[in-house]
């Protein structure tokens, strides 16, 4: 298995001193050529990750926004195989970024693990979130992503104890995905407060960076975090601005970068008593 490309972004990032802007899209929202425009403009915006989600018709883990972003991108046409298209185009002019896939099991059984493995890096993608598949479960997937060298990446939660930790952790590369709030995406906002005694756990269970992601909407917010995690992941804001410029028919791609590039700020200076930079 290789981490190459996560593994480099964190190490920089360390040196730095600062935390990851991870960035989530949905793939093919609204429509295929927005969202490579999209993805093509993420890292210029402060993206130092991305993740690309696959649309799926029963997204459970999802609150409302990512639920209707996935429903415009299956409207359009938009398949698993599209969205390895997607990245594919996105590596012609970016080999550095890491780029993460995140959805959900079925897909992946219908097209075979290995098979899937194989193409998933073949057209960058360096790791993959599986929400509904339990760490019992994983091994199979698990040991197709370790064969094409592709980072199998778990989430841990609220209610994630020390025993359930050490499973979870067990075969995840990367970093480790920390879902901050109990429920789903785009809901509840994230307590940086309460959060940071949990990444500390989850640090020292896994050895690996983490990525704190769902309730985070605002820079304010995501600075919070920034300040005690490895990495802050921002959706449903972004896909938000897809939703509002489509309906206001305005320039999608200029309004979702505009509103990643204030959230990528906070960030970036969130350690040294900055929340913006004009």
Not at 108 to 127: H, M, N, S, V
Not at 174 to 202: L, Q
């Amino acid at each position: 298995m290789t981490t190459a490309r996560i593994d480099a972004r964190f190490a920089a990032l360390k040196q730095e001193g600062r935390a990851a802007f991870v960035a989530y899209v949905m793939a093919g929202d609204p429509d295929r050529d927005t969202a490579l425009k999209i993805l093509q403009g993420l890292p210029a915006a402060g993206a130092d990750l991305i993740e690309l989600g696959f649309p799926f018709s029963d997204p459970m883990a999802e609150g409302p926004p990512i639920q209707r972003a996935a429903q415009r991108a299956l409207a359009n046409g938009m398949t698993l195989r599209g969205t390895l298209d997607l990245a594919r185009a996105f590596r012609e002019g970016d080999d550095t970024t890491p780029l993460i896939l995140m959805g959900y099991m079925n897909p992946l059984l219908t097209w075979g693990f290995a098979a899937f493995a194989r193409d998933a890096a073949e057209a960058g993608i360096d790791g993959l979130i599986v929400v509904d598949c339990p760490p019992e479960e994983a091994d199979p997937l698990a040991d197709a992503l370790d064969a094409a060298g592709v980072s199998l990446i778990r989430l841990a939660t609220p209610t994630s104890d020390d025993h359930r930790l050490r499973t979870i952790v067990r075969r995840t590369s990367g970093f480790v995905y920390y879902v901050s709030v109990a429920g789903v995406t785009g809901v509840k906002e994230a307590d940086a407060t309460a959060v940071a005694p949990n990444v500390e756990r989850v640090r020292r269970a896994s050895g690996l960076p983490v990525a704190v992601g769902f309730g985070i909407k605002t820079p304010e917010r995501a600075a919070a975090v920034a300040r005690v995690a490895d990495a802050v992941v921002v959706g449903s804001a972004l896909v938000d601005e897809v939703a509002g410029a489509v309906d206001r028919n305005e320039d999608v791609t200029r309004r979702v970068l505009s509103k990643a590039e204030s959230l990528a700020k906070s960030v970036r200076f969130a350690r040294n008593g900055q929340t913006t930079m004009v």
